[in-house]
């Protein structure tokens, strides 16, 4: 069974530091990754995925995020908060089993930007 | 503009009632999604659908229904089986069948049991 963990319920950041989201998943075979944003009574939208290949993936808005196979991780960064970065950060993993994809979400941080 | 949309954005149900959920999307995509979001718990599949005429169970699947009988539409049907049907639901839909391409949202409807 796939799982998504997201540690932290909520950070908090100061505007204008970095910030990190993080996110561990456990799966069996290769896992494909993605960054939501969600604010307050909207839908998700995309904002990074790591498919294959280089470990550092950029995204929408100036994040990134850094796939690490060993620690099974896949934190979401941005080098300079904003406050208009404040929302809901949901980690997700996406993987094929018996000819159906499967997608897991974890519960989410709440990210809170401090001006 | 491509997109996907949910109607209505506030829902309310009296207790005993089945009441659908609209989903409709014009971006051409093959695989359709409902989630369930509920505070503290994140998105929770209900059904998916990955070509017309063909729907799965997700993880919390009892006392709902679908239907996919058009590749632009994908309904959620909550029924008086659903005992805590109070939440906000999210439809998503995602083009090809490879498992590396991104969900897209709609913009929810939330539900509200009187």
């Known amino acids: ?115 | 503009d491509g997109g996907i949309t949910q109607s209505p954005k506030y829902l309310f149900r009296k207790e005993g009632q089945n009441v659908t959920l609209s989903c409709e999307q014009n971006l051409n995509h093959d695989a359709m999604y409902w989630y369930r979001q509920d505070p503290g718990q994140g998105l929770r599949l209900i059904y998916y659908s990955q070509i017309v005429n063909d729907f799965q169970k997700g993880d919390i699947a009892e006392g709902y229904s679908v239907s996919r009988e058009k590749k632009e539409s994908f309904p959620l049907t909550v029924t008086s089986a659903q005992k805590n049907p109070t939440a906000f639901y999210l439809c998503a839909s995602t083009a090809g069948q490879g498992p590396f391409n991104e969900q897209f949202f709609g913009p929810g409807t939330r539900l509200t049991v009187l």
Request: aromatic share 14%.
């Open chain 1, 1 to 115: 069974a796939q799982s998504v963990a997201q540690p932290e319920d909520q950070v908090n950041v100061a505007e204008g530091n970095p910030l990190t989201v993080k996110c561990t998943y456990s799966v069996s075979g290769n896992p494909y990754l993605f960054w939501y944003v969600q604010y307050p009574n909207r839908g998700l939208q995309f904002l990074l995925k790591y498919i294959t290949g280089d470990n550092l993936v950029k995204g929408s808005y100036g994040f990134e995020a850094e796939f690490n196979k060993s620690q099974t991780s896949f934190h979401l960064k941005k080098p300079s908060a904003l406050v208009s970065d404040s929302a809901l950060y949901f980690c997700a993993v996406r993987v094929v089993s018996g000819g159906y994809q499967k997608v897991t979400f974890g519960i989410g941080t709440k990210l809170q930007v401090i001006p």
